[in-house]
Structures are given as structure tokens and as C-alpha cells.
């Protein structure tokens, strides 16, 4: 593998591995599981993941096709008109406080974020599971935006987190 490939392939997994410990460590952003009713019984009370939504390699043919279904630039727009709107509300990651509309129109004037720069999110869920009927039932209750790092030359470095939000009960 040359130099390139592994330290890109090296930070990929440290940004994931970032991720992933700080998430265990987020306090809980929703009701828990008991609010929560579906068939069967319930397999993750709060599960915390990332979902890659943008592909960066445009020979990466399978994570192309995986994601051929996704309007991810609408989805993107969608979060943003739901806060200018005041029909969802923006917190900080780093501290699970509000964001204000202020503070979200200062995120999207930074030199280094763009909406089209949101290439992943973080879910946090609850999984039902009814082993009877096969029938697998996720309620989210957050959803983190987070936009690419990139070094100077333009390779990505990671993901920074720009904000989530509580989806409403």
C-alpha cells in the first residue's frame, strides 16, 4: 500500500475510532426505550453509529452504489430549513447545548464548511426486535451532521461535527 493510501486509511479509522468513544461518552439526547413501544423486545436501547453519506472516491464503485438512493444535498437542505424554520433545533456536540440560528449562520460563513461538504452522519437509536414475526423496528432519536476535513491539498483528513438534532417524539 503506498504512503498515501495508508495514512489516509489510517486517519479514516482514528476519526471513526473518535467518533465511536465519544459517542459512549454523549449523555443520552432522548426518552429512553420504555417511551419507546414496538413488537418485540428491545435490542439496543440506545445505539450510537456513523453512516459515511458522500463518496469520495469515485472508484469506489460499491459505496457509489449503495448510496445511489440517498438525495443526500436535500437531505442536507431539509435539516437547514427545518432550524431557519424553527421547527428543529441545533446542539453542539461538544457540549449538548442549543445552537442559536445565529450561531448556525456563523457556521455556514466558515472558510472550511459548505452544506456539500456534509458526508456523514451519526445516528442515535433504539432497535425492537420481534424474532416471531422478523421484524426489525429503529427509532432515532438524534442525527449528527458532519462535514469533511480536508488537509491543504485536498485529500480528507476526517469529519468535523457541525451539529445534531433531536428528532421530535
Known amino acids: 500500500m503506498n504512503n498515501k493510501k495508508y495514512i489516509k486509511h489510517t486517519a479514516f479509522i482514528v476519526v471513526c475510532f473518535f467518533f465511536v ?12 426505550s420504555t417511551d419507546f413501544k414496538a413488537p418485540g423486545h428491545c435490542i439496543a436501547d440506545t445505539i450510537i453509529y456513523p453512516v ?7 472508484l469506489d464503485v460499491w459505496t457509489e452504489q449503495c448510496l445511489s438512493q440517498l438525495e443526500r444535498q436535500k437531505f442536507v437542505d431539509q435539516i437547514f430549513d427545518a432550524i431557519y424554520k424553527r421547527k428543529a433545533k441545533a446542539y453542539s ?7 442559536s440560528i445565529s450561531d448556525i449562520k456563523a457556521l455556514e460563513e466558515q472558510a472550511d464548511f459548505s452544506r456539500d461538504k456534509i458526508g456523514k452522519l451519526q445516528f442515535w437509536e433504539t432497535w425492537h426486535f420481534d424474532e416471531e ?13 458532519a462535514y469533511e476535513f480536508l488537509t491543504e491539498e485536498g485529500e480528507l483528513r476526517g469529519y468535523k461535527a457541525a451539529f445534531y438534532i433531536k428528532m421530535k417524539e
Open 52 to 58: 459515511v453519506i458522500k463518496n469520495l472516491d469515485s
Open 93 to 99: 456536540y461538544f457540549n449538548n447545548e442549543e445552537m
Open 133 to 145: 414475526q422478523l421484524i426489525m423496528t429503529k427509532k432515532v432519536h438524534a442525527i449528527l451532521l
Open 21 to 32: 468513544f465519544n459517542a459512549c461518552k454523549q449523555k443520552q439526547t432522548s426518552s429512553s
